[in-house]
């Protein structure tokens, strides 16, 4: 089962509404948040793991319903998560438990405020002309300070 938690003006865009009340799970590699936000005329969303705060971006076209969001998350996931070699299997289980998923609120104001900060810097890559493959390893290098001042990339790596 996997947990994707929009927010609540991206639910209501979408149709989503009423959203579950899931508890969030720490350690879970099954949870994420996703926003929409704008770069120049062009929409996108971001999905950042609740953890790790890895994130995604891809463009928002085309995602109009519940179904178009889990068609971008897992095309996302197909196309940006850089992983090791050794721990692409989580990949694979991943879009697996794409087949059961549950839209659920978010929870922790500090997950939301960290990606709003990576939403701003994605929108920055992307308005200065670079690629959507260069500003998911850019964002993913970024420090936060939610982690430490450690990367979203080495969190997520040792998370799984």
Not at 35 to 53: D, P, V, Y
Not at 63 to 76: C, D, H, I, S
Not at 93 to 104: I, K, P, Q, Y
Not at 106 to 111: C, F, L, M, S, Y
Request: net charge positive.
């Amino acid at each position: 089962m996997i947990i994707i938690r929009p927010t609540l003006k991206l639910a209501a865009k979408l149709k989503l509404t009423p959203l579950e009340e899931h508890p969030p799970t720490a350690g879970s590699w099954c949870d994420w948040c996703v926003r929409s936000f704008m770069a120049g005329r062009k929409s996108h969303l971001i999905f950042s793991h609740t953890e790790s705060l890895y994130s995604i971006v891809v463009p928002q076209r085309g995602v109009t319903n519940a179904k178009g969001l889990r068609r971008a998350f897992a095309t996302g996931i197909h196309q940006h998560l850089d992983l090791p070699a050794a721990a692409q299997h989580h990949v694979s289980a991943l879009l697996v438990a794409l087949t059961d998923c549950h839209f659920a609120r978010g929870h922790d104001r500090a997950v939301l405020g960290s990606i709003n900060d990576l939403a701003w810097i994605a929108e920055n890559h992307l308005l200065a002309g670079d690629s959507l493959t260069h500003t998911n390893q850019r964002l993913n290098e970024a420090p936060m300070s939610l982690l430490g001042m450690d990367s979203p990339k080495e969190a997520l790596i040792r998370l799984v």
